[in-house]
């Protein structure tokens, strides 16, 4: 869904307004990031960054209470994949999402579209600063220099508190049993609509 599809839906509520702001500017964000000149860096430093948490936070890895969650996140939130066609269903959903969902799911939605969007953003920020010091290599050594010369820790401690906001939420859904049972019910029909990747990905978390 274009820009100006995604802006012709009136929002009805605060947060319907919200996940409309911000869906639009990821949309624009996603457009202009192919000509960006680090693009095509992301997902080394994606894969970079997973490999580092997998060894950073092995312990919480290795728990089962947190593992599924952290497995989750490296291959369905922040990975080395193209989420193109997800992104573009979420677009495409949005008009439904706000005639059907209540405020404080439309909310949680927004945060993880914030999420992403700033994730990437710093992502390639970082690869700038990266680039700007000469190294040859991706190592704890450069990327340690690279992050403290973006100098952003405002939008660092942001992206805290989404993933702060998300992950509480989702936890909240996740032991949903009428959430789970309407992700099953509507499997079918989402693959009818087009909308199958953006379902298994609901159906995954």
């Excluded at 964000?29 to 997902?43: G, M, V």
């Excluded at 969650?69 to 008009?95: G, I, S």
């Excluded at 290599?137 to 340690?144: F, I, V």
């Amino acid at each position: 869904m274009a820009v100006d599809k995604l802006l012709s839906v009136t929002p009805r509520t605060d947060a319907a307004h919200r996940l409309q702001q911000v869906l639009v500017a990821y949309r624009h964000f996603r457009e202009d990031k192919p000509s960006h000149p680090q693009a095509e860096h992301l997902p080394m430093l994606c894969q970079w960054q997973v490999d580092r948490l997998k060894t950073t936070h092995a312990d919480l890895y290795q728990d089962p209470a947190y593992h599924t969650a952290l497995d989750f996140l490296v291959n369905e939130l922040y990975a080395p994949k193209d989420f193109t066609q997800r992104d573009n269903d979420l677009d495409r959903l949005f008009p439904k999402m706000v005639k059907l969902l209540p405020d404080n799911v439309l909310e949680l939605v927004a945060d993880l579209v914030e999420l992403n969007h700033l994730t990437q953003k710093l992502d390639l920020d970082l690869l700038e600063s990266w680039s700007g010091l000469g190294a040859d290599t991706l190592d704890s050594q450069s990327y340690a220099a690279a992050y403290a010369a973006c100098n952003n820790r405002p939008l660092r401690e942001q992206q805290l508190r989404l993933i702060a906001l998300a992950g509480e939420a989702l936890e909240r859904y996740v032991h949903s049993h009428l959430l789970r049972w309407t992700l099953k019910a509507t499997h079918n029909a989402a693959e009818r609509a087009g909308l199958g990747e953006l379902h298994h990905f609901l159906e995954r978390g």
